[in-house]
């Protein structure tokens, strides 16, 4: 069972920096290494939207245009771990921020993952 737990969400001010973890504490049958992992966020009242994922390896990364050059996701298979690091905050980056897995690929479709941690608040005032 794929079980996700992200942290290191909370309040900064626009312009800072926060680094997210998801980590992957459930007991599976396959390898992280296997999973395909990504970010989306959801704003109070909006739909959940596509942040940035990761190939399996590592190599390919994918970003959503709103964080393209602000935001990097990297990934330690060897620690079962996805990370996002999100430099020059916006207020308009305030969301609650998920990490999700599939086997399939890396897709930036919310119906595409099987497997989702419970979220972590990011807020960045103004």
């Known amino acids: 069972q794929v079980q996700l737990v992200e942290s290191g969400g909370g309040l900064v001010q626009a312009g800072g920096s926060l680094k997210l973890s998801c980590v992957n504490s459930?007991?599976?049958?396959?390898?992280?290494?296997?999973?395909?992992m990504a970010w989306f966020r959801q704003a109070l009242g909006k739909e959940r939207e596509f942040v940035a994922a990761v190939s399996l390896s590592g190599d390919t990364t994918y970003y959503a245009d709103s964080v393209k050059g602000r935001f990097t996701i990297s990934r330690d298979n060897a620690k079962n771990t996805v990370y996002l690091q999100m430099n020059s905050l916006k207020p308009e980056d305030t969301a609650v921020y998920y990490c999700?897995?599939?086997?399939?690929?890396?897709?930036?479709?919310?119906?595409?993952?099987?497997?989702w941690g419970q979220g972590t608040q990011v807020t960045v005032s103004s």
């Open positions: 999700a897995a599939d086997l399939t690929a890396a897709s930036k479709l919310v119906s595409r993952y099987d497997y």
């Open positions: 459930g007991r599976t049958f396959r390898s992280f290494s296997e999973y395909y």
